[in-house]
């Protein structure tokens, strides 16, 4: 990149867009938005086009001390690279999403989303320790207020709800950081991820980061604060809300928990299991029963959810890679349902199920977009949540049958309230003349579904290209698990000679990863290791 500090200016772009738009009226204010999010999208797409996927794992890193025990440091690795991608693609969709539909204090609207890229795009590129964390923590202040100015009746309640939930545990993360830095002598997040924490003290460490995660993602039965931001939030806030910020909660478990925790991860992994299975049976049949179609996907993205945190805890290669696949589908697919909700909502004002009824004969376009993206989310072969869900439940089944049993009813019932909710709406007889008036998608709106849908489809016929940049770094993260894989691993029962010999083998890995390219670095694994 000739020494282009292209982290940053991804971060300066919307920054300044953002200013930007404050001072703007509403049309410019809209051109800004969607200009500057367009740059950072061009941007994204040369990192990953720069991006040497044989290279050291930590790559465009940026590194500049402001003060004492403070740096500006920036540096992705391939995980970090895909959500970033997932962001900067979602956030000009967003903002054609809001064109027509907000129409008062729209630079400040667009003010918000802008800040909201900024600090998404932080959190996946900090390097230093109290960087991530005023990043991460930072993105509660827009989302708080796209909600509670621009939200529906109900906004400041589900506004207050959001904040003081996601907010209460990160406070106990915060305390464990500055434990682990007096520890460590570091805030350097590279370094943490190698060091090898006092087990006793990673037990409450893991817990205080726990506290925060589980929130984000949201894990059952911390989610409640969910259905209630989707259903107030304005459609694009409901897209970035399921698109991007619920994989914070999933990137802090890769980042954090279990590499920095290894120990801590496989002594809490039965607490982990039994939330993830409980989150898809329950939230499922909630979902089942809903009447409001934004209450049912925000229930089904508390389901899915789910089904990463049993990839991230089956303490295998396949259950990383397919809870990373299920992240950016669900980015894809979520964001996608939650717009297809917004075309009808702009027509008709109303979310509720029983009001609408044979769009397929007036809205043929639209009932086409919706069946494709009904069906990335029930997991159809061909479609980009396919081979996530397919690789999480085969990381889940190595690990534990029983767990993978049940967390396949997920599919299953994912099938019975999508579908069920795609009949009511597209099929059956026109009940009510005006929603039989309404007209089908405008250019505006193929813009906004056409990329995602070809995005589904690619990510679901083509997911090497989305696996590749990952694989080594999941490698290295499977390296540093292997010394502390749970004994109800079916693949390493303790005490047999296979599992003593597929141990020796991955200490064996870490060892000779040593010797360089993206395994070059003290715990870290070749990058032969996925295979």
Same mark, same amino acid.
């Given at each position: 990149m000739g020494g282009l500090p292209i982290l940053s200016l991804m971060l300066l772009v919307p920054l300044v867009g953002a200013i930007a738009c404050l001072f703007v009226d509403a049309k410019p204010a809209r051109m800004i938005a969607l200009v500057a999010t367009l740059v950072d999208f061009a941007l994204g797409v040369l990192l990953w086009a720069n991006y040497d996927i044989g290279g050291a794992q930590w790559q465009f890193t940026e590194r500049a001390q402001l003060f004492a025990g403070f740096q500006w440091a920036l540096g992705i690795d391939g995980i970090a690279l895909m959500l970033i991608i997932l962001s900067v693609f979602l956030m000009p969709i967003c903002i054609l999403a809001s064109w027509d539909s907000i129409t008062k204090r729209v630079g400040e609207y667009m003010a918000a989303f802008l800040l909201m890229e900024v600090l998404m795009i932080g959190v996946f590129s900090a390097q230093d320790l109290f960087l991530f964390y005023i990043f991460f @923590? *930072?993105?509660?202040?827009?989302?708080y207020l796209i909600i509670g100015i621009w939200g529906g009746d109900n906004r400041i309640y589900a506004s207050y709800k959001f904040f003081l939930y996601t907010l209460l545990g990160s406070v106990l993360m915060l305390i464990a950081m500055l434990w682990m830095v007096n520890e460590a002598g570091t805030t350097d997040i590279p370094t943490l991820m190698a060091y090898d924490f006092p087990a006793g003290a990673q037990t409450w460490l893991f817990l205080a980061f726990f506290a925060s995660f589980a929130v984000k993602m949201p894990m059952w039965p911390v989610h409640t604060w969910l259905p209630d931001a989707h259903v107030q939030a304005p459609t694009a806030g409901s897209v970035i809300l399921a698109g991007v910020l619920l994989k914070m909660g999933g990137y802090g478990f890769i980042r954090f928990s279990l590499p920095m925790f290894p120990e801590a991860s496989a002594q809490f992994v039965w607490l982990i299991w039994g939330l993830s299975m409980a989150a898809v049976v329950i939230t499922s049949l909630i979902a089942l029963v809903q009447h409001d179609m934004k209450k049912l996907i925000a229930y089904s993205s508390v389901a899915h959810m789910a089904i990463v945190t049993v990839g991230l805890f089956a303490f295998n290669v396949q259950g990383l890679e397919g809870a990373m696949m299920v992240m950016l589908g669900h980015g894809l697919v979520s964001g996608a349902l939650f717009l297809c909700v917004g075309v009808i909502y702009d027509r008709l004002h109303t979310r509720e199920i029983d009001r609408y009824g044979g769009l397929a004969i007036n809205m043929p376009k639209y009932a086409l977009f919706f069946m494709l993206f009904t069906m990335a989310s029930v997991g159809l072969p061909g479609t980009s949540n396919f081979i996530g @869900?397919?690789?999480?439940l085969a990381g889940i089944y190595q690990a534990n049958s029983w767990v993978a049993l049940i967390s396949t009813t997920g599919i299953i019932l994912g099938a019975a309230y999508m579908l069920y909710l795609y009949r009511r709406v597209v099929f059956g007889d026109q009940k009510n003349a005006d929603a039989a008036a309404m007209? #089908?998608?405008n250019l505006r709106e193929w813009l906004m579904l056409g990329p995602i849908a070809a995005a589904v489809l690619w990510m679901g016929v083509y997911p090497e290209s989305f696996l590749a940049p990952m694989r080594s770094d999941i490698a290295a993260l499977d !390296?540093?698990?292997a010394r502390a894989k749970p004994d109800g #691993? !079916?693949?390493? @029962? *303790?005490?047999?000679?296979r599992g003593h010999a597929a141990n020796a083998l991955a200490d064996g890995g870490e060892a000779e990863g040593e010797g360089g390219g993206h395994g070059a670095e003290p715990g870290e694994a070749h990058e032969g290791g996925a295979h």
């Open positions: @923590e *930072a993105g509660l202040i827009p989302m @869900e397919f690789l999480s007209p #089908d998608l !390296a540093r698990l #691993d !079916a693949h390493l @029962e *303790a005490g047999t000679p």
